[in-house]
């Protein structure tokens, strides 16, 4: 779990989220409002929403996804990889006392334990099918 986390307004630009994630070497902000989060915008939602569709200057409330998911601090890792599978999501918000205090991503599950990729992989592929 990453717990150095890297925020970004929600009236920001697409731009000033390319440039802090570039910056900050990460692949996903979560978005802040009044000291809260309220959502995250990830690399993904970037080439989708922003240079997939020509619209570079789009505000980070347009594009970031307001549902966060997420696992409680105490969750183990397969527990994420399989709310990863279920949500078909990248990566988690980790959570304690309804506060954000981690994210963890596959890529971070797979480092730790390849088989649970898998179980991620088995749960989308039976959803994508359903």
């Known amino acids: 779990m990453k717990t150095a986390l890297v925020t970004i307004g929600e009236d920001a630009s697409s731009f000033d989220a390319a440039r802090k994630m570039a910056e900050h070497k ?7 409002k009044g000291g809260r989060i309220t959502g995250i915008v990830t690399d993904s939602d ?3 929403k922003c240079l997939a569709t020509e619209r570079v200057d789009k505000k ?3 594009i970031a996804s307001k549902n966060l998911v997420g696992v409680g601090i105490d969750a183990d890792l397969s527990e ?3 709310v990863m599978g279920q949500k078909k999501v990248r990566r988690l918000v980790i959570q304690k006392g309804g506060r ?3 994210i963890i991503s596959e890529s971070d599950i797979v480092k730790v334990s390849p088989s649970l990729y898998d179980l991620i992989a088995q749960k989308q592929a039976l ?3 359903a």
């Not at 990460?26 to 802040?32: A, D, F, T």
């Open 60 to 62: 980070i409330s347009e």
């Open 26 to 32: 990460v692949g996903c902000l979560l978005v802040e």
């Open 100 to 102: 954000v205090v981690g």
């Open 46 to 48: 970037l080439i989708k």
């Open 127 to 129: 959803q994508a099918s």
């Open 80 to 82: 994420a990889a399989r």
